[in-house]
């Protein structure tokens, strides 16, 4: 079965350090990956998709990055974080084009 | 500009009650369409979705959605609700020309009242 991992959990940093965020997928390949921040009380908004390793593209222009160095394997950063950065970070997946998406437990970051 | 829209950010409902909690997209075609759930704290859980054929779809937890072309909606009803059915709703649609991005509404919290 599929299956998405997240870490960390949660995280707090100062502003103006750096960020690295990883999502890995379990038991599909070549799936569409996702990057989603969830501010609070606010509903989701897309940052990052990708159709294949290396293949990114950005909805948001913004003080975030994402990669995709291996299939399965999808990675938020920045190199310097903003009070504004702080959210709740989501990953996800689908295992073809116009299917559902499946998400991971999240990340809560905390700019501080 | 495709889009979802969730027009009630808040419902409150008692232990029991029926409940309805409303989506409209704005897609040149009729997207794919799902329902989410998210519990406090927690990742989104898939409760139902909509590709084609019967308009009326029924999904995990005693859920089930409509939907109507003629209103572009896809409304999420539960004819009971639980109390364990407190949660944030999120309604999302594709594009169901290959395109590959999936867009979410700003999400419904529902409360449930004993």
């Known amino acids: 079965s599929q299956t998405i991992h997240q870490w960390p959990a949660t995280l707090v940093q100062p502003v103006g350090s750096p960020l690295s965020l990883e999502c890995t997928v379990e038991?599909?390949?070549?799936?569409?990956l996702y990057w989603y921040r969830q501010a609070a009380g606010r509903g989701l908004q897309l940052l990052f998709y990708?159709?294949?390793?290396?293949?990114i593209s950005s909805e948001v222009p913004q003080n975030l990055s994402a990669s995709r160095p291996q299939d399965r394997q999808f990675i938020l950063s920045s190199k310097k974080l903003l009070l504004s950065d702080s959210g709740f970070y989501l990953c996800?997946?689908?295992?073809?084009?116009?299917?559902?998406?499946?998400f991971g437990q999240g990340t809560r970051l905390t700019v501080v | 500009a495709q889009s979802v829209t969730q027009p009630d950010i808040h419902i409150t409902v008692s232990e029991g009650a029926s409940l309805e909690l409303r989506c409209n997209y704005s897609?040149?075609?009729?997207?794919?369409l799902f329902w989410y759930v998210q519990s406090p704290g927690q990742g989104l859980q898939l409760l139902l979705k909509?590709?084609?054929?019967?308009?009326l779809v029924q999904g995990i937890k005693g859920f089930e959605a409509e939907f109507k072309r003629s209103q572009s909606s896809f409304n999420l009803r539960k004819p009971s609700v639980h109390w364990s059915d407190a949660a944030e709703y999120f309604c999302?649609?594709?594009?169901?020309?290959?395109?590959?991005?999936?867009?979410f509404g700003a999400g419904t919290r529902l409360a449930v009242h004993p």
């Open positions: 038991g599909t390949s070549n799936p569409n």
């Open positions: 999302a649609a594709r594009p169901s020309g290959g395109y590959n991005k999936l867009i």
């Open positions: 996800a997946f689908s295992r073809e084009v116009n299917t559902e998406a499946f």
């Open positions: 897609y040149g075609a009729t997207p794919y």
């Open positions: 909509y590709f084609s054929g019967d308009t």
């Open positions: 990708s159709v294949g390793i290396g293949q």
